[in-house]
C-alpha cells in the first residue's frame, strides 16, 4: 500500500483539525487560565503578604468628645440615662429619645428613683 492513496496522514488530519476548531481550542484555555488564577489568588496574595518586613501602626487613638450645645430652652437641665450612660441635654431631650414622660425624669433627678441623674452645666460648650 502506498501513502499517496490513503489520503491525509494521522498528522496531517490533527493539523486540519487543529486549523478547523482554533477558536475552541483558545476560548478554552483562556477560561482554564482565567480559572486558575481566580482559584491560585488566594495563595498569591497569601505569599505577597508574608513578603512584608515592616508592619506599620500608628500610635494615635481616636478621643471622641462630645460637646452639648444649648437649644431653645433658656436653662436647660443636662441629665445622663445612667442605664445607658447616655446624656442629654434636656430634660425634654431625654423624654423624645428614651420615652419616658419628662415629669418622670424631673422627678426622678431630684431623687424618687434612680434612672436619670443631673449633671452640672458645665458641660456645656
Known sequence: MDNSEEGPTRIEKIKQHLQNN???YIAAIGSSVITLLIVQRPAVSQAINNTALIVWKPESTNVVIT?????????????????????????????????????????????????????????FA
Do not use: Q, W
Not at 425634654?92 to 431630684?110: P, Q
Open 22 to 24: 482554533k477558536k475552541v
Open 67 to 123: 460637646v452639648l450645645e444649648k437649644r431653645a430652652c433658656p436653662d436647660p437641665i443636662p441629665v445622663r440615662y445612667k442605664e445607658t450612660g447616655e446624656v442629654f441635654a434636656s430634660i425634654r431631650r431625654a423624654s423624645a429619645v428614651t420615652g419616658i414622660n419628662k415629669d418622670s425624669i424631673r422627678k426622678d433627678i431630684h431623687g424618687l428613683s434612680e434612672m436619670f441623674e443631673e449633671l452640672p452645666d458645665t458641660v
